[in-house]
C-alpha cells in the first residue's frame, strides 16, 4: 500500500468513474515505497489522449507529449502527467522507439518500462500491482532489468546510464545479470544524445553513493566521458595521496555540496593529471594540471552541451581548485574582487572536498580554508569595499576634479581600489578624491612623473 495525495487520487477517480483504468506508476511509487517524497506523480491510463482530455475537461490540459500518449493535468494547481498505457517497438540505433502503440493492457505497459522497481503500479486505494517483482526488489534494494537486460539495452541504450544513476541515488545495488549487461553493452551510450546523458550523469554525481558508483562502473563512465578513463589505477607517487587519481576523485566529488556545479567540479577537478605527470626523484609531479584540466572541462561540458554558466563556473573552479590563497584580509578581498564573492565561497567548498580526499596529514588545511572563510565572511559583515561598485567614487567625480576619459582615469581608480583594500585609504568621498587630485598635480607638476 502507498499513500496518495489528493491530487493524484482526483486524477485516478476521475478516469475510473468515467470507465478507464489509471494508475500511478514510476519514480513516484519507487519513492513512496522508500518512504520518501515523491517529486511528482505519473498516472498510466488506458483512455486514449483524446479521452483523458475529455475527462479533464474544465480542469487545465496540457499538451506534454501527445504523439507519446502524455498530457499534464493541473489538479490544485499540482501538474500530474497522464499517458495512455503503450507498448514501445522498432527501436532503431538504440534509441527513442520509432513506433508507440497504445495497448489496454496495464501488464504491456509495465513490461516496456526500465526497471522492475520503476514498474509498480498503485491504484486510487494505494492498492499495488507488480508483474515483474518489483516490490521485492526495492525491499532488496537491487535494480533489474524488466525482461533480458542485453535486449532492453540494446533497444534503448540511455537505460545503461540510468541504472548507474540509480544506483549512485537510491543508493542501490545492480543486479548481477542486469550488471554483467551494463558493462557488455557499454559502448551503445555513444549512440545516445549528448543532452539524454548529460541529465543522467548529473543526477548520477549528486547521488549519495557517487563515490561508490564512480569508482565501480567508471569504464560505463568512460564510454561517456573517455577523458574519465586514465584516472583509473592512477598511481600519483606523492605523499599527499593515499589514493589514485580516480579513488582521490570519488572522494571529492562525495565531500562536495550536492549541487551540480560543485560535483562537476569536482569530478574534473584532477582530470588534467594524467597528462601533466612527470616524476623527479621518485616524486610524482604535476604542474600545470589546473589550467589543463579546465581545458579539458570546457570540452567535456560543450561536448555534453551543458549550459554556458554550469559550465564557466565548473571550469572556473577547476582552473582556480590548486591557488593558494595568503590569509590576509587585502588578499581575501582581492580575490572576491577578481571573482566575486559567490566563486570565492564556491572554491573554499572545492578545495574543501579536494583536502578531505587527501592523506590524513593534509587535513590541516581544513582550518586555513576555515580562517579564509571567516576572514571572506568578516569583510562582507562589515561591508567592507572590494569592488570597483563599492568605491566611493567612481570615474565621473574624478573627471569632474580634471581627469580626462582614457587610461590614466582607469588607472587610478584601480589605484584607490587597491588603497582602500590593502587598508592605507578610507573608502569615503573625500579622502579618495583628495588622493586622486593630488596624484593628478603631481603629474601635471612633474612631465616625466
Ligand atoms: P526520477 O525520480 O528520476 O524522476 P523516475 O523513475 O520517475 O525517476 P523518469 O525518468 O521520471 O524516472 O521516468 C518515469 C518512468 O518512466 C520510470 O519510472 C520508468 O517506468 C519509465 N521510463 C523512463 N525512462 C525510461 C526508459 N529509458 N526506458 C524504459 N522506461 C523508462
Ligand atoms: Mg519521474
Known sequence: MVKLPEEAKTALSKLRESGFEAYIIGGCVRDSLLGKEPKDFDVTTSALPDQTKRVFDGFRVIETGIRHGTVTVLINGMPIEITTYRIDSDYADNRHPEKVTFTKSLR???????????????????????????????????????????????EDALRILRAVRFSSVLGFEIEEETKAAVFRNRELLSNISSERTASELIKLICGRDARRVLTEYVDVLAAVIPELAPMKGFDQHNEHHIYDILEHTAAAVENAPAEPVMRLAALFHDIGKPRCFFMRDGVGHFYGHASVGAEMTSVILSRLKLDNATKETAVKLVRLHDVQIEETETAVKRCMNRHTPEIFFMLLRLKRADTLAQAPQCLVRLAYLQRLEAIANDILNRKECFSMKQLAVNGRDLMDIGYAQGRELGERLNELLELVMNGQLKNERGALTEYARSRLCRAEGDPQG
Open 108 to 154: 504491456e505497459d509495465t513490461a516496456r518500462r526500465d526497471f522492475t522497481m520503476n514498474a509498480v503500479a498503485a491504484g486510487e486505494n494505494g492498492e499495488l500491482v507488480d508483474f515483474h517483482g518489483g516490490c521485492e526488489d526495492i525491499e532488496k534494494r537491487l535494480i533489474r532489468c524488466v525482461g533480458d537486460p542485453d535486449e532492453r539495452f540494446g
